[in-house]
């Protein structure tokens, strides 16, 4: 079974970039499509992007100018960075495996909570 | 962007009634649509895939249906463990995924 771990800072700070990575176990990082979700405190899901393991990614339009999603395959793992952060970007931030076909999100990280103040 | 209307935001319930919650696309999506349930503090969790085959593992009190833009999950009998909040979810031909606001079941 696929299992997933969030990691990351906790705090950013205002106009800076937020970086988390997913660090994957029980299966390699070249299988599956990669996502990240986020989910403001109190507020429903939002999906911000997913890798495919060719490395083509496809992003949230309403995000698209500010992350990026990467993978790195050495280490079983792969990143989300989004720039320019504001307080509305304060939020758990999950990743999660993703079937290709259907879109459907079956196994996720525990969530981590990243918030933006200065 | 395709939107997902969900309806009811939150509905109260008891153990043993049957409950339904909808979803409406804004556009045709096929059968591309996923039902998660979120419990408090937790990640979510996969129910429903293809709008109406069940996850591995998950009790057959769980059911989806729909096609083109209007889909239906309903559980058959409440259970104590079922009251949390949960989410449609649409995979559109662009490859993108957009949530549901959300339906909280509670008592």
């Known amino acids: 079974q696929v299992q997933l771990q969030e990691s990351g800072p906790g705090l950013v700070k205002p106009s800076e970039t937020l970086s988390l990575t997913c660090t994957v176990s029980?299966?390699?990082?070249?299988?599956?499509?990669w996502s990240w979700i986020r989910q403001p405190p109190g507020k429903g899901l939002q999906w911000i992007g997913y890798?495919?393991?060719?490395?083509?990614?496809n992003y949230n339009p309403s995000l698209k100018s500010r992350v990026t999603i990467s993978t790195d395959a050495s280490k079983n793992q792969f990143s989300l960075k989004l720039s320019s952060v504001t307080a509305a970007d304060t939020a758990v931030y999950y990743c999660a495996s993703s079937e290709i076909l259907t879109g459907a999100l079956d196994f996720w990280g525990q969530g981590t909570l990243v918030t933006v103040s200065s | 962007d395709i939107e997902m209307t969900q309806s009811p935001s939150s509905l109260s319930a008891s153990v043993g009634d049957r409950v339904t919650i909808t979803c409406q696309a804004s556009?045709?999506?096929?059968?591309?649509v996923n039902w998660y349930q979120q419990k408090s503090g937790k990640a979510p969790k996969l129910l429903i895939y293809?709008?109406?085959k069940l996850d591995s593992g998950v009790p057959s009190r769980f059911s989806g249906s729909g096609s083109g833009t209007d889909f239906t999950f309903t559980i058959s009998s409440l259970q104590p463990e079922d009251f949390a909040t949960y989410y449609c979810?649409?995979?559109?031909?662009?490859?993108?995924?957009?949530f549901g606001g959300g339906t909280k079941v509670d008592i």
């Open positions: 029980g299966d390699s990082i070249n299988n599956y499509q």
């Open positions: 890798i495919y393991h060719s490395g083509s990614t």
């Open positions: 293809d709008a109406s």
């Open positions: 979810q649409q995979y559109d031909r662009h490859l993108a995924l957009t």
């Open positions: 556009q045709d999506i096929n059968n591309f």
